[in-house]
């Protein structure tokens, strides 16, 4: 039997058996200090640390991975209700309560505008004790709820009774009251552009609603929405039986459109259950509408299909943005992908130049499921780079403390630092700083790179694959980041390196060289220090001393070399006379003419603006140079 005193593995097997079990991470953490209570060696003790310390990051990733499980399979089931279910009450029932626990919120409701009133009333509560509350109107333009209707957008408060930026009325402050409630945030439900509801979650204490919650509870809204427009489809037809019972055949085919439509959506929601990416359910909605769906993200990038490029749509993909609906665009059609307010792409449909309602609403439908997926796409690889993020950041912190530790730890999640790796710095103005993290993770998405925040700017590593020089993807860089923070980012590229140590060394040289290149007055723009001259050998860990002088003398070099000429021994005659063509021929013992006609030489070789300032000062440096590596 293993001694604990002498071996890890009873210790490992508890670690393992509590991980199996879902054990919190208190437990977790107990099993070394157990360990230290029974006088294990020291050696045990490091390798029982080490592996409690996985055992938590692996405990947090499961818990990260299970809320978003939680989240998905929720936002699905709401999707699986709305296709099932003619039961409007059952729906919005549904979505409330989903609302209610995606957000861990106390309560959440959804109010409907009354025509008739000219108000909106509560339609729908989860959670509510309040009678009073449950029994509100508001006018437009009273209380959040009035503004969301009014403008259109979300707004959220984390204390709604001290918050200015809303018209307080006393009926609707003392509902508030009544029921106890602090922190709301409410999102408008959108049809063709008009807000035709909105849906509300709330806490009894302050609380502060992120992006993603946002962008969630607006997803849930979209389905609000959609159950909202079937139920009235649903009564604008048996309107129409009721009234034109001679158009039999015309209401027939109009049913069959709608089942075919409302088929569709379940195969696109049955397609995301499985597990589906976007390529998937671009083909299938190509096939089910008979024509090319292509599928791009927010810039502009193909995600899916093989459609025209996205050039001269920007203006469709405007209107659909503003609308939230399927626009025209010649002979094709265009929708925007959203999640709330937030555009994540658009899918373009073309060979289909004339759709009808029930087609229309089924491509409406797919960008829908499509924003779903892509919102999930981009909570894991958040999800992922978080955790990546931190191996960067002991990598950048303390390479040298366990080189070894930290590769393996990198091969564990899929980071091989044993291979080449291009370290790029990232700087924006200090306000944008989070904002650029986020950025730095959408310019990743897709690749094996992973960013983290590191000091005043932000830290990406990527795989070299030799295809790009560190001074173009660097450049490259900093023109996707800027566009996607919406402000000039300065980008700093340090050599291609392997192994911890030498990443971080790399790490240093990119923010040497983002320094220079603001004293440059080149901020905003991508570079490597190779690329900055004599800048350069000065910046570079290492001072890359041979490769500047070949760059700079190298034209002289190869003319001497094969012609055996003295045109480098001119030059730095001419130099160290101060540019006098006397002295200079007096310290060669050649005749002035014999300068002057080497000079010309020189010039021909190296341009015309070689005796300029800046270029004299390089090839100053590196005569210099080459004359102390010849000593």
């Not at 299938?284 to 459609?307: F, I, K, P, Q, S």
């Not at 449909?349 to 409406?364: N, Y």
Request: charged share 25%; glycine share 10%.
């Amino acid at each position: 039997m293993d001694d604990p005193h002498t071996s890890s593995a009873p210790a490992l097997r508890r670690l393992l058996a509590l991980l199996a079990s879902g054990a919190a991470a208190e437990e977790l953490a107990e099993v070394p200090a157990e360990a230290r209570r029974q006088g294990a060696a020291a050696a045990v003790l490091a390798e029982i640390d080490e592996a409690a310390w996985q055992a938590v990051s692996v405990h947090r990733t499961l818990r990260q991975h299970r809320r978003r499980e939680a989240e998905l399979t929720a936002l699905f089931d709401t999707a699986g209700d709305l296709s099932a279910s003619r039961d409007l009450d059952t729906v919005l029932q549904a979505i409330v309560r989903r609302a209610r626990m995606l957000l861990g919120t106390d309560t959440a409701y959804l109010t409907l505008p009354d025509p008739v009133a000219g108000d909106t009333y509560m339609r729908v509560t989860d959670g509510s004790v309040s009678e009073l509350f449950q029994t509100l109107r508001l006018s437009l333009g009273d209380g959040l709820g009035g503004l969301v209707a009014q403008t259109a957008r979300p707004y959220a408060t984390d204390d709604y009774r001290t918050d200015e930026r809303f018209r307080h009325t006393d009926r609707i402050d003392a509902g508030v009251l009544d029921e106890g409630l602090v922190a709301i945030i409410g999102v408008p439900l959108l049809l063709g552009g008009r807000v035709i509801g909105v849906l509300f979650a709330a806490d009894r204490t302050p609380r502060s609603f992120s992006p993603d919650e946002v962008a969630l509870l607006c997803s849930l809204a979209a389905h609000a929405a959609i159950a909202l427009d079937s139920a009235k489809s649903l009564s604008d037809t048996r309107a129409a039986l009721a009234e034109l019972n001679a158009a039999n055949a015309v209401i027939r085919a109009h049913s069959a459109a709608v089942q075919r439509a409302e088929q569709a959506h379940d195969r696109l929601t049955d397609l995301v259950l499985r597990g589906a990416e976007v390529p998937d359910v671009a083909a299938e909605v190509a096939a089910l509408l008979g024509g090319e769906v292509t599928v791009r993200d927010a810039e502009g990038g193909r995600l899916a299909g093989r459609g025209r490029d996205g050039r001269g749509l920007a203006r469709a993909l405007a209107a659909s943005r503003t609308d939230g609906r399927a626009v025209r665009h010649g002979e094709s059609w265009v929708c925007a992908v959203l999640a709330g307010q937030e555009p994540l792409g658009s899918l373009l449909l073309q060979g289909r130049p004339d759709l009808d309602h029930a087609d229309r609403r089924l491509f409406e439908r797919a960008a829908v499921v499509t924003a779903l997926l892509l919102l999930l796409r981009r909570s894991v690889a958040e999800t992922e780079n978080r955790v990546r993020g931190e191996l960067l950041t002991d990598l950048l912190t303390a390479p040298d403390r366990d080189p070894a530790r930290l590769t393996a730890r990198g091969r564990r999640l899929g980071v091989d630092l044993g291979r080449p790796h291009l370290v790029l710095v990232a700087e924006a103005a200090p306000e944008d700083r989070s904002r650029l993290a986020r950025a730095a993770v959408r310019h990743l998405f897709g690749t094996r790179g992973i960013s983290a925040e590191h000091g005043e700017a932000v830290a990406l590593l990527l795989p070299d694959d030799g295809s790009h020089s560190p001074g173009q993807r660097a450049a490259q860089a900093a023109e996707r980041l800027a566009g996607l923070l919406g402000s000039p980012v300065t980008v700093g590229a340090g050599r291609v390196a392997t192994g911890p140590v030498a990443l971080a060394a790399s790490y240093s040289e990119g923010v040497r060289c983002v320094r220079a290149l603001r004293v440059l007055g080149r901020a905003g723009h991508g570079a490597a220090a190779a690329e900055l001259g004599f800048l350069g050998v000065l910046l570079g860990d290492g001072h890359r001393v041979e490769g500047f002088v070949a760059s700079t003398l190298g034209p002289l070099l190869e003319y001497d070399a094969r012609r055996g000429t003295e045109l480098v021994r001119t030059l730095r005659a001419y130099f160290a006379c101060g540019g006098s063509l006397t002295r200079a021929k007096d310290d060669l013992h050649v005749h002035v003419n014999t300068v002057v006609q080497r000079l010309d030489r020189i010039g021909a070789l190296l341009g015309r603006d070689w005796d300029q300032p800046e270029r004299a000062l390089e090839l100053q440096l590196a005569l210099r140079l080459r004359l102390l590596a010849e000593s």
